[in-house]
Protein backbone atom coordinates (compact mmCIF):
# COMPACT_ATOMS: atom_id res chain seq x y z
CA UNK A 1 0.00 0.00 0.00
CA UNK A 2 2.72 2.75 0.77
CA UNK A 3 4.89 2.06 -2.23
CA UNK A 4 0.91 2.59 -4.16
CA UNK A 5 0.82 5.51 -2.50
CA UNK A 6 5.00 6.56 -3.18
CA UNK A 7 4.48 5.88 -6.81
CA UNK A 8 1.21 8.03 -7.32
CA UNK A 9 2.90 11.25 -5.46
CA UNK A 10 5.59 10.70 -7.74
CA UNK A 11 3.34 10.48 -10.66
CA UNK A 12 1.81 13.54 -9.51
CA UNK A 13 4.78 15.78 -8.89
CA UNK A 14 5.82 15.29 -12.83
CA UNK A 15 2.44 15.76 -14.39
CA UNK A 16 3.02 19.71 -13.01
CA UNK A 17 5.08 22.28 -14.67
CA UNK A 18 7.98 24.20 -12.89
CA UNK A 19 7.66 27.35 -11.72
CA UNK A 20 11.23 29.03 -11.27
CA UNK A 21 11.44 32.47 -9.91
CA UNK A 22 14.40 34.40 -10.89
CA UNK A 23 16.02 38.09 -11.04
CA UNK A 24 16.99 39.21 -14.41
CA UNK A 25 20.64 38.88 -15.04
CA UNK A 26 22.55 38.67 -17.96
CA UNK A 27 22.72 34.60 -17.65
CA UNK A 28 19.29 34.88 -18.45
CA UNK A 29 19.85 36.86 -21.51
CA UNK A 30 22.29 35.26 -23.12
CA UNK A 31 20.85 31.69 -22.31
CA UNK A 32 18.05 32.58 -25.04
CA UNK A 33 14.89 31.47 -23.45
CA UNK A 34 12.12 32.98 -25.11
CA UNK A 35 11.32 35.95 -22.68
CA UNK A 36 7.42 37.12 -22.83
CA UNK A 37 6.99 40.40 -21.77
CA UNK A 38 2.94 40.38 -20.47
CA UNK A 39 2.57 44.85 -19.98
CA UNK A 40 0.86 46.94 -22.22
CA UNK A 41 1.87 48.40 -25.40
CA UNK A 42 2.19 51.78 -23.25
CA UNK A 43 4.79 50.28 -20.83
CA UNK A 44 6.56 48.44 -24.06
CA UNK A 45 7.16 52.43 -25.64
CA UNK A 46 7.69 53.86 -22.19
CA UNK A 47 10.21 51.65 -21.51
CA UNK A 48 11.78 49.30 -24.08
CA UNK A 49 11.49 45.73 -24.25
CA UNK A 50 14.35 43.22 -23.66
CA UNK A 51 15.79 42.69 -27.30
CA UNK A 52 14.41 39.76 -28.97
CA UNK A 53 11.49 39.46 -26.42
CA UNK A 54 8.08 38.69 -27.53
CA UNK A 55 5.43 41.20 -26.07
CA UNK A 56 1.74 39.35 -25.72
CA UNK A 57 -0.38 41.71 -23.59
CA UNK A 58 -2.03 39.66 -20.65
CA UNK A 59 -3.91 42.50 -18.66
CA UNK A 60 -5.28 45.77 -20.78
CA UNK A 61 -4.68 49.24 -19.41
CA UNK A 62 -8.36 48.67 -17.49
CA UNK A 63 -7.21 45.59 -15.82
CA UNK A 64 -9.36 43.74 -18.65
CA UNK A 65 -8.04 40.14 -19.54
CA UNK A 66 -8.76 37.52 -22.18
CA UNK A 67 -6.85 34.13 -21.37
CA UNK A 68 -7.74 32.37 -24.15
CA UNK A 69 -6.72 34.98 -26.58
CA UNK A 70 -3.28 35.37 -24.23
CA UNK A 71 -2.73 31.23 -24.45
CA UNK A 72 -3.34 31.35 -28.41
CA UNK A 73 -0.99 33.50 -29.26
CA UNK A 74 1.77 32.24 -26.45
CA UNK A 75 1.02 28.92 -28.22
CA UNK A 76 1.43 30.31 -31.70
CA UNK A 77 4.58 32.48 -30.93
CA UNK A 78 6.97 30.10 -28.46
CA UNK A 79 7.18 26.12 -27.53
CA UNK A 80 5.09 25.79 -24.54
CA UNK A 81 6.48 22.20 -24.10
CA UNK A 82 10.16 24.18 -23.35
CA UNK A 83 11.03 26.74 -20.88
CA UNK A 84 9.87 30.21 -21.25
CA UNK A 85 9.95 32.94 -19.04
CA UNK A 86 7.71 36.02 -18.19
CA UNK A 87 8.45 39.96 -17.22
CA UNK A 88 6.39 42.28 -17.07
CA UNK A 89 7.39 46.10 -15.17
CA UNK A 90 7.79 44.60 -11.50
CA UNK A 91 7.12 41.32 -11.33
CA UNK A 92 4.09 40.91 -9.74
CA UNK A 93 1.51 40.17 -12.40
CA UNK A 94 4.19 37.53 -13.75
CA UNK A 95 3.64 36.16 -10.48
CA UNK A 96 0.33 36.11 -10.77
CA UNK A 97 0.48 34.38 -14.86
CA UNK A 98 3.77 32.12 -14.09
CA UNK A 99 2.03 30.67 -11.54
CA UNK A 100 -1.52 29.87 -13.51
CA UNK A 101 0.90 28.84 -16.45
CA UNK A 102 3.13 26.16 -14.32
CA UNK A 103 -0.02 24.52 -11.87
CA UNK A 104 -2.76 24.81 -14.49
CA UNK A 105 -1.12 23.81 -17.54
CA UNK A 106 1.77 22.35 -16.62
CA UNK A 107 4.42 24.76 -18.76
CA UNK A 108 8.25 25.38 -17.35
CA UNK A 109 7.92 29.14 -16.67
CA UNK A 110 10.22 31.49 -15.51
CA UNK A 111 8.67 34.55 -13.34
CA UNK A 112 11.49 37.32 -13.75
CA UNK A 113 11.43 38.89 -9.95
CA UNK A 114 11.78 42.55 -10.11
CA UNK A 115 10.02 42.82 -13.75
CA UNK A 116 11.73 45.50 -16.75
CA UNK A 117 12.29 47.75 -13.26
CA UNK A 118 14.96 45.67 -11.73
CA UNK A 119 16.61 44.46 -15.16
CA UNK A 120 17.00 48.19 -16.16
CA UNK A 121 18.53 49.05 -12.45
CA UNK A 122 20.59 46.32 -13.01
CA UNK A 123 21.88 48.28 -16.27
CA UNK A 124 20.90 45.30 -18.52
CA UNK A 125 19.92 46.17 -22.26
CA UNK A 126 16.54 47.29 -23.36
CA UNK A 127 15.58 48.20 -27.02
CA UNK A 128 12.92 50.05 -27.76
CA UNK A 129 9.60 48.48 -28.63
CA UNK A 130 8.42 48.19 -32.67
CA UNK A 131 4.81 47.70 -33.34
CA UNK A 132 4.85 44.46 -35.07
Given at each position: MN?????????????FGELYNEYP???????????IDIRTPGEW???GIVEDSIPIM????????DVE????????K???????A???RTGSRTSIVADFLAKQLN?????????????KAMKLKTVPYKKQ
Open positions: KILLLLLILTASLSQKILDSKIPIVETFWDEKGGYAFLAELNQVDTKKPFLICYDVVNVLGGIVYL
